[in-house]
């Protein structure tokens, strides 16, 4: 093949292991990835962590790859680092696998390559080792991503399902559902006054000054990625034997959010999330912690307490006082949204 072809897409020979893939790798990859650990070229890395570990993996089969506000590159990197931070943990190092469908546009690729290097800078993580597959035509979908991650537990850190308490508050960071219709009014279409934007972003900072302040007293988080903030809640009463009050009118859904999915008949409740966690903290810390998420957004609130009084359930409570029963999300509403 003609060098232009070949500097326009990728083929199975970038994944042979031979003078194109080196040229790919040296080109884009580890170009754009540059640092020092990395700049080894082992078939691993050599990394220094003392203290205890957490340790993450995910894989990201998105579709579509670019959606308003990052792409599949980003959303790798996030979605590792915060699975970490959900840990109590410090991100540090990352592993990052590609595998690519034959054909792909190399200024695609390229383009991801640098939106992963721009979300790891921004969380301050180093990408330090990795792979990359070319599959056949057909045998993929432009591209999937594996991330892994490795980070250090913080010293105040006590972050388990077990340690939630009666009375607890819960709050959240910011508005929800904004990941998932964003990648469905691509997928659908759909036109708004606005676009909506995906909410990816690292939480590791926010998480951290958390836990840098109230230590053990924040006894839970996690990210409301598939499935939203209720199978969050779900995952949270089923595992504790606990039930949750929640207050409608305290979860905020940005209008043409809630505009998106009254269009397709989503509950934003069920809807994933790329930048919003949960945050299950002793009573008596909740006005602070929940400034401390409202400096980063103003919009982050306390939508309820955890309570005996309903094992198992999620009771939700509207301005009106009306009550329902918050199912747990059966089947896939949403597939390939990560």
Known sequence: ??????????????????????????????????????????????????????????????SPIFFKGGNIGELAVNGTVND?????????????????????????????????????????????????KVVERGKGDKIYINTSGVGIVHEKANIKIGNILKNDAILINGPIASHGMAIMSEREGLQFDSDILSDTTNLNEITLELIEKYG???HFLRDATRGGLASVLHEIVTECNFGVNLYDENIKVE????????LLGLDPLYVANEGIFVCIVDAEIKDGALAILQKKNPHASCIGFITEDHPLKIITESAFGGKRVLSPLIGEQLPRIC
Do not use: W
């Not at 695609?108 to 330090?128: H, L, N, P, Y």
């Not at 209008?255 to 009254?262: K, L, T």
């Open 1 to 62: 093949m003609n060098n232009s072809k070949n500097s326009e897409a990728i083929y199975l020979h970038h994944g042979s292991g031979g003078e194109h893939m080196t040229q790919l790798l040296n080109d884009v990859i580890l170009k754009i990835l540059k640092n020092d650990i990395l700049d080894v070229r082992h078939d691993g890395a050599f990394i220094n962590l003392q203290g205890n570990l957490a340790f993450s993996t995910d894989s990201y089969v998105i």
């Open 84 to 132: 970490l931070s959900m840990c109590g943990a410090i991100p540090k190092y990352l592993s990052l696998s590609l595998i690519i469908e034959e054909g792909f546009s190399l200024d695609e690729f390229t383009q991801i390559i640098k939106s992963i290097k721009s979300a790891a800078d921004k969380a301050g993580v180093f990408i330090v080792t990795g792979d990359t």
């Open 216 to 218: 053990a007293k924040i």
């Open 255 to 262: 209008n043409q959010v809630n505009s998106a999915c009254e």
